[in-house]
């Protein structure tokens, strides 16, 4: 008898360390596939490892991350859901819910999204995305002030050095002002890039785009926009527009537009992968984003680019303003600017000194052209934040602006 129980002993030890071993390998495979960006093999191996041992949180929510990145918004809740249940105290499932749950539309999402984000925070008070998105939540729910001060306590908690980082990347020379170059990119494309300031380094980028392209972009978020929020203090910048977010798994050409976007810039594609989803945002009349700066301590922006997707009417707004460009006004006197005739300047006749067909707006002004980008750096060349990047998007008088926000992000370098 008691050999009998040492040979099945046996078996089950051998069994054991063979599921072990198989758990192991499928492991590395998932998260080499991950780092590299296969995300259905990652999925897969993601998969193969909770099939042989379904208690580990930390699995659950890397394959909740491969999930969102594929559009599995249900399936990546459902993951974070149970990484949440297996370990309470993951910060970070915590804070992923609180994401999802506050993109979605409906009673009960909202205070859902406010309960993990608190419980993200009190797991770990220095969780400086956490901060941010409390931000957004009770701006969301009309609580400025107290959003005001989430916003505060996150870009106080992030105000770690990145620009050491920022210095390494690609940066290109705007020679000077009105300098032109053509630019290959990918597919044959061909792009006019001008140079339209030198501080901060302001770029234009014409036929980056081609209609068909500017299209799918307005018929993929028509149906989905929602109120805009602010990056930051609520009271620092007044934003009237819609927007939304679409991810890279939402529609073929978001993947093509990541390319393009790197080979404009010259950086690494995982980078731009990585980094924040494209935002597509609407102005109807009287909509406008005020002054503004698009990179902070806890959301470094590398550059951003632009892309307008309609053509606004001569006389009806829509410009992309950077007032202190090239030092026509100081950043703090940008700040201060309003395009309604409030202190700073005057968004009428007169006053500042202003580019020609623009009288009132100081700088550099770009009008809106259908299919070209607009890109410009919020770091210097040495990797500081370039105070003079403050810009907003004027009034729209007439008509409708389309556009939509490409970040490049430094969170993309720690990401990676």
Aim: with cysteine.
């Amino acid at each position: 008898m008691r050999r009998a129980i040492l040979v099945i002993v046996t078996v089950m030890s051998t069994a054991a360390a063979s599921q072990q071993q198989l758990l192991q390998q499928s492991l590395q495979l998932a998260i080499t596939a991950h780092k590299s960006h296969d995300l259905p093999e990652a999925r897969k191996n993601y998969l193969a490892v909770l099939a042989i041992n379904p208690s580990l949180p930390a699995i659950h929510n890397n394959l909740a991350a491969v999930q969102l990145a594929q559009g599995d918004k249900e399936g990546a809740s459902s993951s974070w859901q149970k990484a949440v249940e297996l370990k309470p105290d993951y910060a970070e499932a915590h804070y992923n819910l609180a994401v999802l749950y506050s993109e979605q539309q409906g009673e009960d999402t909202l205070p859902r999204a406010e309960h993990h984000c608190g419980q993200a925070l009190e797991l770990r008070p220095d969780y400086v995305q956490a901060h941010h998105l409390m931000g957004n939540i009770l701006a969301s729910k009309q609580q400025a002030a107290d959003a005001t001060a989430s916003y505060q306590k996150a870009a106080a908690l992030g105000a770690e050095e990145r620009g050491g980082t920022a210095a390494r990347l690609h940066r290109w020379d705007g020679v000077a002002v009105g300098h032109r170059r053509r630019v290959q990119l990918g597919g044959g494309r061909q792009c006019e890039v001008e140079t339209m300031a030198l501080t901060p380094l302001v770029l234009r980028v014409s036929g980056f785009l081609d209609a068909s392209e500017c299209e799918r972009l307005v018929e993929l978020a028509s149906p989905r926009l929602q109120r805009s929020l602010v990056m930051g203090d609520t009271a620092a910048a007044e934003r009237t527009s819609s927007s939304v977010f679409i991810g890279a798994a939402d529609d073929p050409l978001l993947p093509l537009l990541q390319e393009r976007l790197a080979q404009l810039a010259q950086l690494p594609l995982p980078l731009v992968q990585t980094s924040e989803d494209l935002q597509v945002v609407h102005y109807g009349p009287g909509q406008a984003f005020g002054m503004h700066h698009d990179s902070s301590a806890f959301q470094p922006r590398y550059l951003t680019a632009f892309y307008y997707l309609n053509r606004v009417g001569d006389g009806d707004g829509g410009e992309t303003h950077f007032p202190a460009a090239d030092g026509a006004l100081s950043p703090q006197q940008a700040y201060a600017f309003r395009h309604d005739g409030a202190a700073g300047g005057e968004g009428g006749e007169g006053g500042l000194p202003g580019l020609p067909g623009l009288p009132g707006l100081p700088g550099l002004a770009v009008r809106p052209e259908r299919g070209a980008a607009l890109l410009w750096y919020n770091h210097d060349a040495e990797g500081a934040l370039e105070p003079a990047a403050v810009h907003a998007g004027a009034p729209v008088r007439g008509g409708e602006k389309w556009g939509a926000n490409h970040w490049v992000s430094l969170k993309g370098l720690d990401s990676r």
